[in-house]
């Protein structure tokens, strides 16, 4: 179905990795996992097949890459003939979508073909039964959850009935129902006998439905695996591979090592051994032996958020606690109410309500607009917080005018200090948007430490990282945290809470409805509650 | 503003053809004030701007027409009964507010009402059956279904902004416009570009011309409505006016 010969492309102005000499055969069919560091190349991959390169990423392609009988490069008719074969699944829900409602997306492959209106209408009553989301037709699209926009993404390239499926990193936004549902769709196209190329990081939700994993290191196939010897891979070799988890029970094995022996080490190992022997109290939110932690904690005051024109508040937190200097990780479901929670917690606006009380006995209770100035968020897009022209700037104008440091050289030398910690000192005069994606992520965080506020909180800070990456980050968060910040992590990633946090605060339906510290017990509970049944 | 995301509300469906003629219609005599201020258009005008209120009304949104039809109502007797007792420029001042407010209001609810019943996949195959080409209808959609994205981009911006102390009252207001800009042009230019790919991928451009799923077609409504508005530039031309 899909074969390249000797096919080498290199983009033009060399931005990104390209694809070297790649050889190789997917059969109609199959199923097949593309993996790999970021930067390896399985994107290029993806654009390969769908012919986004060379149609529309300009660049230089050598050899033959045919789909569906199709010389994509000499296809008459470009893109669009191979669209009618290949369809395509990105991973930002938010700019795949041409039209504001969801028959009209279903719709619109299908009318670019100019088939019939009522043959259209047939084939989207028949996907949307398929996909079990009747519900969701004629709704716009704005309204939906991160999972559901994926579904409808799903759907709507499936009406025109392509023989192949590309997604490009699907799960990258998506908790663990919404990936549970994308899985039943890869399954349902399996079944239909449809070819599926998948290029992911995360891997365990794939489990079973691969037929073949092609591994590429910096452009070219370095090894390719059975779907049965990438399932069987030994951890060590996995590890070195630089690949996430690929069975959904190694997550849970590794938040038993984590458990056990902490892999920050410092003064948490120690902290997570007293919890333990509590491990067995913590029970449901409304026991406030389970909201209480050891050591000192902010304590929430009636946190709530009433959406305008909404009679029921959508987030309603009587009372939790955040342990200081602790890194605590907020999970739940999309749409559970964790944005609602940071929003709150940060103070962002007038519908925020309640106090966060700091651990000093002599502090005061602090309100929203305290909290503005107490609190420093990392947002999950950091091109929304990049705003001058040059990476130094960008963290003075987090740093506060009226702090010890007077003298504009001072706080020159603070914020050089700062960035020279997080690996940017010679990144220091250029221009943000230049930067990789971790290296902006690691401005937003220089920028949190400028603020010198003590609560720093990240949200989703992980989508679409690979291992390394996540790893890195993971890294960094521990270290704010040793250094005696007070850490709020926003996440529906279990690899990535296991691998940073200390406790947990499960919210559901706008309620704290869990909290625990993570240790062997709340680890092998946490994994259970954030991966999706496979 | 956005676009409608269903097809059917409220009692009344015309085809977009007809709301875009009539929405123009208004436009004409209300707000460009065609026919100047002879009693022909005075009637005309009157009549223009309770059809618009009706429409908006039947169509799914009363409420939204009582605010406007009050809003209009509350300048019309401020000007009939206020104005003439206040001088000088405070005078001037709601004499302007008010011409304004009446003036526009008409044509904000025609349009508003245009917006709120169509959805861009109905206006789109309008267009095209009245023969506007696909270089014109596909800008126009992306357009439309940039909005809400814009919006929300703007927002966090906002967010970003407020944690940095650059606010209105707060110590930074002055950089507040300046770095506004550079954030949502480099977020936009980066949607835009993946969401060509993605379209390009669904096969935009396949075929000189599109099908369409959205029910369009004349109706009596919409005969009727075409009817009228054809009778005021007729009343108009009857008058030598034009």
């Known amino acids: 179905m899909i ?78 003939a191979i ?58 699209i704005t309204n939906l959850s991160g999972g559901q926009k994926q579904k409808v993404a799903c759907a709507s390239v499936s009406t025109a009935g392509p023989d192949v499926l590309v997604l490009d990193e699907p799960s990258s936004n998506l908790d663990a129902r919404a990936i549970a549902e994308l899985r039943a769709i890869i399954a349902l196209w399996k079944r239909q006998g449809k070819t599926v190329v998948i290029a992911e990081h995360r891997l365990y939700w ?13 452009g070219r196939l370095e090894r390719e695996m059975s779907g049965d010897e990438l399932r069987n891979l030994p951890d060590d070799e996995r590890r070195a591979l630089g690949l996430r988890p690929v069975r959904a029970e190694q997550i849970a094995g590794a938040a038993r090592m984590a458990g056990i022996a902490s892999p920050a080490g410092s003064t948490r190992a120690g902290l997570t051994r007293n919890d333990a022997t509590r491990a067995g109290s913590t029970q449901a939110a409304g026991d406030a032996h ?58 962002l606006d007038r519908r925020c309500k309640g106090d966060l009380v700091p651990p000093a006995a002599s502090a005061k209770p602090l309100d929203r607009k305290a909290r503005l100035n107490a609190c420093f968020t990392v947002l999950q897009d950091v091109n929304c917080e990049l705003f001058t022209e040059s990476v130094l700037d960008e963290v003075l104008l987090a740093m506060p005018e009226d702090g010890e ?43 949190a430490l400028a603020s010198g506020r003590d609560v720093i909180i990240f949200d989703e800070p992980t989508s679409g990282l690979d291992m390394r990456h996540m790893r890195e980050v993971a890294g960094l968060i521990r270290q704010l945290a040793d250094d005696g910040k007070t850490v709020v992590v926003v996440t529906h990633d279990p690899e990535f809470a296991l691998a940073c946090a200390d406790d947990v605060l499960a919210i559901d339906k706008g309620r704290v409805v869990d909290a625990y510290p993570l240790d062997a017990a709340g680890a092998v509970r946490l994994a259970g509650f954030l991966t999706a049944k496979v | 503003m956005n676009f409608a995301t269903a097809s059917y509300r409220g009692i009344l469906r015309l085809d977009p053809r007809t709301k875009i003629l009539f929405t123009l219609t208004v436009g004409a005599f209300c707000l460009t004030m065609l026919g100047g201020s002879g009693a022909a258009a005075t009637v005309i005008r009157s009549v223009l701007t309770a ?41 001037w001042f709601i004499y302007a507010t008010l011409g304004m407010t009446t ?58 902004m407020r944690m940095r102390g650059v606010h209105l009252g707060g110590g930074k207001a002055s950089e507040m416009f300046e770095y506004r800009v550079v954030p949502m042009v480099t977020n936009s230019v980066k949607i835009a570009d993946e969401l060509s790919q993605a379209a390009l991928t669904r096969g935009l451009g396949a075929a000189p011309t599109r099908t369409s799923i959205a029910r369009i077609g004349f109706g009596w409504a919409d005969w009727l409505l075409i009817a009228g508005c054809a009778a005021c530039f007729a009343a108009l031309a009857a008058q030598g006016l034009f």
Request: aromatic letters at 10%.
């Open chain 2, 103 to 160: 003036q526009t209001l008409p044509s904000a609810v025609a349009s508003y009402w245009l917006l709120f019943t169509t959805t861009a996949g109905e206006l789109i195959a309008a267009l095209q059956r009245a023969r506007v080409p696909q270089s014109v209808t596909i800008p126009l959609a992306v357009m439309f279904r940039f909005f809400p994205t814009v919006v929300s981009e703007v927002r966090q911006i906002n967010d970003a």
């Open chain 1, 405 to 447: 440091l007077g003298s504009e050289a001072d706080r020159e030398a603070r914020v050089r200090e700062i960035l020279a910690s997080l690996d940017l000192a010679e990144v220091a005069d250029r221009h943000p948007l230049s930067l990789s994606g971790g290296q902006k992520q690691r401005v937003a965080i220089a920028a």
């Open chain 1, 290 to 347: 389970a909201l209480s932690m050891p050591g000192a904690s902010y304590a929430i005051d009636h946190f709530s958020y009433t959406y305008r024109h909404a009679k029921a508040p959508t987030l309603d937190v009587p009372e939790a606690r955040i342990p200081a200097d602790r890194v605590t990780a907020v999970t739940g479901f999309n749409g559970a109410g964790k944005s609602t929670f940071v929003r709150c917690l940060q103070g």
């Open chain 1, 3 to 80: 074969r390249f010969e000797n096919v080498t492309f290199e983009y033009a102005g060399g931005t990104h990795t390209g694809v070297y000499g790649l050889n190789g055969e997917i059969h109609a069919g199959q199923t097949v996992l593309l993996c790999g560091d970021s930067g390896c190349g399985k994107t290029t991959v993806t654009r390969l097949i769908n012919g986004l390169a060379p149609h529309y990423f300009d660049g230089e392609l050598t050899g033959h890459v045919t789909v569906a009988g199709l010389d994509t490069a000499a296809a008459p008719g470009g893109l669009a």
């Open chain 2, 51 to 91: 059809v618009s209120f009706v429409l908006l009304a039947v169509s799914g949104r009363p409420r939204s027409a009582m605010v406007f039809l009050l809003w209009f109502a509350l300048a019309w007797a401020a000007a009939e009964w206020v104005l003439p007792h206040v001088g000088g420029f405070l005078g």
């Open chain 1, 206 to 218: 794939l489990d079973g439905l691969i037929d073949r994993a092609w591994y590429l290191r910096g």
């Open chain 1, 83 to 140: 669209a009618r074969h290949v369809g395509s699944v990105f991973q930002n829900p938010k700019s795949q979508f041409f039209t504001l409602d969801v028959t009209g997306e279903l719709a619109f492959a299908c009318e670019n073909f100019q088939m019939p209106p009522e043959e259209i209408r047939e084939r989207i009553a028949a996907v949307a039964k398929d996909f079990h989301m009747e519900d969701l037709l004629d709704r716009p």
